[in-house]
Nanobody
Framework: QVQLVESGGGLVQPGGSLRLSCVAS????????MAWYRQAPGNGRELVAR???????NYADSVKGRFTISRDNAKNTVYLQMNSLKPEDTAVYYC????????WGQGTQVTVSA
């Protein structure tokens, strides 16, 4: 059974930080690269960051130097450390494998506002 549970979102001021967490079922975590995606109101879902099983990472240009993706293989958990947040980072954030599977979690809302 595919399960993805995201947490850690919230309301933060511009320039602030948040750390998102996602626990995935072992069937996903052990086989695939993991990634964070986001969807802002009126926009499609976009890839934010990706990490392969052994640690190589890729980032969208809009978050390079501000966001860091990491994973704990023992806990089937992927993290997204978000620093220097901007209002345009406001979105619902989801984790999934990369390429993504059809099943998505509920996401976690990140709102960056003064």
């Amino acid at each position: 059974q595919v399960q993805l549970v995201e947490s850690g979102g919230g309301l933060v001021q511009p320039g602030g930080s948040l750390r998102l967490s996602c626990v995935a079922s072992a069937s996903i975590f052990s086989r695939y690269a993991m990634a964070w995606y986001r969807q802002a109101p009126g926009n499609g879902r976009e890839l934010v960051a990706r990490i392969i099983r052994y640690g190589d990472t890729n980032y969208a240009d809009s978050v390079k130097g501000r966001f860091t993706i990491s994973r704990d293989n023992a806990k089937n958990t992927v993290y997204l450390q978000m620093n220097s947040l901007k209002p345009e980072d406001t979105a619902v954030y989801y984790c999934n494998s990369h390429p993504s599977l059809p099943t998505w979690g509920q996401g976690t809302q990140v709102t960056v506002s003064a």
